[in-house]
């Protein structure tokens, strides 16, 4: 599944020594606290963020496989951002098991389709 949601807003902004945790000019650790906050509101559990050298990973779950969202800045921009979702499945839940991996990325993405919309500030929202 490829999918990601792309937006601007002045509403995140980058936090101090974040560049430290992730890599020069890479941003997203208030979108990513505020996803989290977000998507708890809505009875998902999500075990934490995690900075990555792309931006941040909010952590929804490793069993039964590994299921989250990236999230961060696009290059060279601190008002426009991206969210995006990833099941990291082992090979034997991938041959055996396919179906039980799609129901949980669709359930994640709608609840990001929820919640986008009502970020402060949020324009050009585009779903790719």
Known sequence: MKAQ??????FFQPVAGEEEKTNP???GQALAEWLQTQLRKRGVEVEGIIPEDFGWVVMVSRRP???WLGC???????TEW????VAEPS???RLFKPQTIRPAVD???EHVKAIVPSIPLVRGITWE
């Open 72 to 78: 961060g800045n696009t290059d060279g921009s601190t």
């Open 65 to 67: 496989f590994m299921l």
């Open 82 to 85: 991206s969210i995006f979702p």
């Open 25 to 27: 000019g890479r941003f």
């Open 107 to 109: 359930a994640l993405w």
């Open 5 to 10: 949601v792309t937006f601007e807003t002045d």
């Open 91 to 93: 090979l034997l839940q």
